[in-house]
């Protein structure tokens, strides 16, 4: 069974089709990116999937089920997000205690305490954070505790945006760490959404580069670690990407 | 080659409540008519070094440093309306996005014309050819249709290459450009640093690119000063980058993905490392 | 003492309490160091102090006449004078200061709450809800304040209660307008999307998320208002709409000394002072208060 599955997927913001015709499926287990430039529709994908874009047409699976428009409070323990600006993705008035417990408090988990002990220490944060507010952190911690956040519900899937491309290089490299051994730990299926192909290559399968809405092509990741892509636009983006420059091309 | 900028112990403090904070702390560096990266992670204290070239520190931050010499004149000790002079005309600088550099009531046509007539005197004609002769500088195709435009009708890619257009055509003699490009994607990127860098060497002028990227300073300049905590931890020749020393450096290299990634871990930055040293 | 300080201000809380304590009591220290908002702070406080205790501290009752003692100018005795029934006007400012008080209160528990919920929903929701919620605020923010106020005392009948009932229902369109303004900036942020993917409801959203980050801007305009009601409040006072005699309502006060402003000018005059006391007092506090809970303006200077 596939985690994630796309097809025909049309999707539209307001009057304007962003995604065009866009099939590609996600083995459970697997890590795939979906790279391209600004204005892609490459956040757009992810949106739909997890219900934040609810005007698309075609279809989308989770684990085998057909998704509905819009947020789904089942979908919620199978499938989370994270953000790109950890400035932005935490509520500025509340403790990372309250962040944390909030989506058990939802779904009326008990042993919350404990719960949320346990995702700040999955997510490498000490336990003097707990009660912290979000203003008191820099920005990898709140990546951390937006990881963490994701994470609450146990899900299977996380839908990443961007995850880094707000942090410092030195930070940027212990979230990827952290995502790597998360995925290793508890088997999750990732859906990286990036402009940033070297992210790619460490932390993925698979990647589906896109262009004005559309999959241009879809690799392996050893091909582009080879530049090994066969779409010149593909190409493309990989010598603007510091690649190097192959015979092929 | 004499120095175009010579900065001896600058100094850049903040007040907070727990007493004034040092964000740049003594730093000295000259620069001729070449091409310095400024490099360094958020809170290293580059862009506050690039801003206070300019004394564009707002208060309540305060400059101070024994010399500052601009050409000859040191700028520490002139007043704000003698700087006013200096901005725009002798030394320039480009921000990050475009979409807040731009005045978005004026078309780009006015706005480059402007920054000319600012601090020149220009006839009518020859200040519209001198606006579409700098637009066709930046590689804008139809330069008198784009000068008609306002700032939200043109791309990201144009609209710094717009500001770059008026950064460049009072001619100064040194341009700041604070990551100039990282609002912008990879493929305008490259262009757009094409440009700056052609247009740089043409004129003889000198260069300060401040950006995050190492790799693309690297690739930039010809000179490279490692930025943290305020101060300048290694300088070293764009070229003997990946030679560098010092563990800071080191680690910040080491800490970038490559596109052949097979590492399993990143390395992490020890920051007790070189802080003991 | 110390010790508790350091409890307060330690940067790594190990309980929701001390965090939220800690918290406040960075707002209060911040407050404090405010002098304007500390004078208004002062005067707010000898309101609460002087309409809690207003029996030990007026010398006379409120209502008592002496009609030997009519008009009397300010003395030893009466330090504000008398009025024309030869009550004592320093006693009656002091029991005023409850009938103030309570018009404040009530017109921020009914008005402010009301709303805040429907800016927070107008802003959360958006569309057709959006729409029929603002119009409903924008034919109330259409018509002038006092005279909507005197509409309702007049369908009502002259009274505290109503006179309360008609600020608090003009009082409200102005912090749903706020609130939703508010909303706006921060509907479409990440940490609202997350919460909405934690299959959140939207009446959680609103009640939890939503309306607390909305609550400092409302309190400042609400502070900031508290003269204008102060003020409307004396006004249907003053035009007899309001709290009916003997009550000592300041308006009232000032309405009834009108007739001797000219020879005994301190009928009128001293809670005419206790009005501008008072609302300058909020002013203040209002003031005091958007330094220290709106972090924009905070920046910006």
């Given amino acids: 069974m596939n985690a994630v599955e796309l097809e025909n997927v049309d999707i539209a913001y307001g009057p304007t089709r962003v995604v065009r015709d866009v099939s590609f499926a996600i083995a459970e287990g697997e890590s795939f990116a979906l790279v391209g430039e600004s204005g892609s529709g490459k956040s757009t994908i992810l949106k739909a999937i997890s219900g934040l874009a609810p005007d698309w047409v075609g279809t989308i699976r989770v684990l085998g089920k057909p998704r509905g428009h819009g947020p789904d409070r089942s979908l919620a323990k199978i499938c989370q997000m994270v953000f790109q600006d950890p400035y932005a993705s935490l509520h500025p008035r509340r403790t990372i205690d309250d962040v944390l417990a909030e989506p058990l408090a939802i779904h009326g988990i008990k042993e919350q305490r404990a719960k949320v002990e346990a995702a700040l220490a999955a997510v490498g944060l000490d336990r003097r954070f707990r009660f912290r507010y979000p203003h008191q952190l820099s920005g990898g911690q709140r990546q951390r505790v937006a990881i963490a956040r994701a994470l609450m519900l146990e899900p299977k899937i996380l839908l990443l945006d961007e995850p880094t491309s707000a942090l410092d290089v030195s930070v940027q490299a212990e979230i990827l760490n952290l995502l790597k051994k998360l995925r290793r730990e508890q088997g999750l299926t990732y859906l990286l959404v990036t402009h940033n192909l070297p992210v790619v290559s460490f932390l993925c399968d698979r990647l589906a580069v896109m262009r004005h809405g559309r999959i241009v092509e879809i690799a392996d990741v050893d091909a582009l670690k080879a530049g090994r892509l066969t779409e010149p636009y593909s190409l493309e983006l990989f010598q603007a990407s510091g690649g190097p420059i192959t015979a092929g091309a | ?277 | ?301």
């Fill in chain 3, 1 to 301: 003492m110390s010790a508790l300080h350091e409890w307060l201000l330690e940067e790594s809380p190990s309980s929701r309490t001390q965090a939220r304590l800690g918290r406040a009591w960075r707002i209060l220290s911040a407050l404090a160091r405010n002098p304007l908002a500390a004078i208004g702070a002062l005067i707010i406080i000898a309101l609460v102090v002087t309409a809690l205790f207003a029996p030990l501290i007026a010398p006379f009752s409120a209502v008592g006449q002496d009609l030997s003692n009519r008009l009397m100018p300010p003395s030893a005795e009466h330090w504000m004078g008398t009025d024309e029934l030869g009550r004592d006007i320093f006693s009656r400012v002091v029991y005023g200061s409850r009938i103030t008080l309570l018009i404040v209160a009530m017109v921020a528990v009914i008005s402010a709450p009301i709303g805040l919920l429907v800016g927070a929903i107008s802003g959360y929701a958006g569309g057709w809800t959006d729409r029929i919620l603002m119009g409903i605020t924008d034919i109330f923010l259409s018509m002038p304040k006092l005279i909507l106020a005197l509409a309702f005392v007049a369908a009502l009948g002259p009274g505290i209660e109503n006179a309360i009932i008609a600020i608090a229902i003009t009082a409200w369109p102005v912090y749903a307008r706020i609130a939703r303004a508010e909303t706006l900036t921060f509907r479409d942020a990440e940490f609202i999307a997350a919460i909405r993917l934690q299959g959140a409801s939207a009446t959680r959203i609103i009640l939890r998320h939503v309306l607390p980050l909305c609550a400092s801007s409302t309190i400042i305009r609400v502070t900031l208002d508290m003269a204008g009601i102060i003020l409307t409040a004396a006004g249907l006072g003053f035009l007899g709409l309001g709290a009916q005699p003997p009550l000592p309502e300041w308006g009232a006060m000032i309405s009834r000394g009108r007739n001797f402003i000219l020879d005994q000018w301190w009928v009128a005059t001293m809670p005419g002072f206790a009005i501008i006391a008072v609302s300058l007092g909020f002013c203040f506090l209002g003031d005091g208060l958007r330094d220290v809970l709106d972090p924009k303006q905070r920046e910006s200077r």
């Fill in chain 2, 1 to 277: 080659m004499t120095d175009l900028l010579s900065i001896r112990n600058l100094t850049v403090t903040f007040p907070t409540p727990r007493g004034p904070v040092d964000v740049v702390r003594g730093i000295s560096f000259s620069l001729g008519r070449e091409r310095l990266g400024i490099v360094g992670e958020s809170g290293s204290g580059k862009s506050m070094t690039g801003r206070s070239i300019l004394k564009l520190i707002r208060p309540p931050g305060r400059i101070s440093a024994d010399e500052m010499i601009f050409d000859g004149i040191d700028l520490i000790r002139r007043s704000e309306r003698q700087m006013r002079e200096i901005r725009g005309a002798r030394i320039s600088m480009i921000m990050q996005d475009p979409k807040f550099s731009l005045n978005p009531v004026m078309t780009i046509g006015e706005q480059i014309a402007e920054a000319l007539t600012t601090h020149n005197s220009v006839t009518r004609r020859d200040l519209r050819n001198r606006v579409l002769e700098m637009l066709h500088a930046v590689r804008i195709h139809e330069p008198a249709r784009v000068a008609g435009l306002y700032p939200h009708e043109v791309s990201g890619g144009m609209g710094q290459r717009v500001m770059i257009a008026m950064m460049l055509i009072p001619e100064p003699d040194l341009l700041i450009a604070d990551e100039p490009t990282s609002a912008l994607d990879v493929s305008v990127q490259a262009q757009v640093l094409d440009i700056i860098e052609e247009l740089v060497a043409g004129k003889g002028m000198g260069l300060i690119l401040i950006s995050h990227d190492l790799n693309l300073v690297a690739r930039y300049c010809d000179r490279i000063l490692v930025m943290n905590g305020g101060e300048i931890v290694e300088q070293c020749a764009a070229d003997a980058l990946h030679r560098a020393q010092h563990p800071y450096t080191r680690g910040l290299l080491a800490a970038i993905p490559r596109m052949d990634e097979d590492r399993e871990e990143l390395p992490v930055l020890d920051r007790s490392a070189w802080a003991a040293a």
